[in-house]
């Protein structure tokens, strides 16, 4: 079994900077990319950043230079440090992690529970 647990969420003042982190936990023998998407209300979730198991990042480019994602392979955790937020980046944020386990023979796509982003204008 897998779980992903985000932390770190909540309210801020536009302008402000807040830090996501995201630990996969479980029966896990290697992880892919890694990142983070969003979903405001009313909205369809869409991708914040990604990450992949040598480094590699990629971002949306609402959050290019603003947001940055990193990773801690030795932990298997994910974050996402934000800054200069604005009233548009408010959303309910999920951490998603491609995981091989041994009881699955492949990898497959895992996500958290989400964490509520509110930035305040």
């Known amino acids: 079994q897998v779980q992903l647990v985000e932390s770190g969420g909540g309210l801020v003042q536009a302008g402000g900077s807040l830090r996501l982190s995201c630990a996969a936990s479980?029966?896990?023998?290697?992880?892919?990319?890694m990142g983070w998407y969003r979903q405001a209300p009313g909205n369809q979730r869409e991708l914040v950043a990604t990450?992949?198991?040598?480094?590699?990042?990629d971002y949306a480019n609402s959050v290019k230079g603003r947001f940055t994602i990193s990773r801690d392979n030795a932990k298997n955790t994910v974050y996402l440090q934000m800054n200069s937020l604005k009233p548009g980046d408010t959303a309910v944020y999920y951490c998603?992690?491609?995981?091989?386990?041994?009881?699955?023979?492949?990898?497959?796509?895992?996500w958290g529970q989400g964490t509520q982003v509110t930035v305040s204008s």
């Open positions: 998603n992690a491609d995981i091989y386990t041994i009881a699955t023979g492949r990898f497959r796509d895992y």
């Open positions: 990450i992949s198991s040598g480094g590699t990042t």
């Open positions: 479980g029966s896990i023998y290697s992880i892919n990319v």
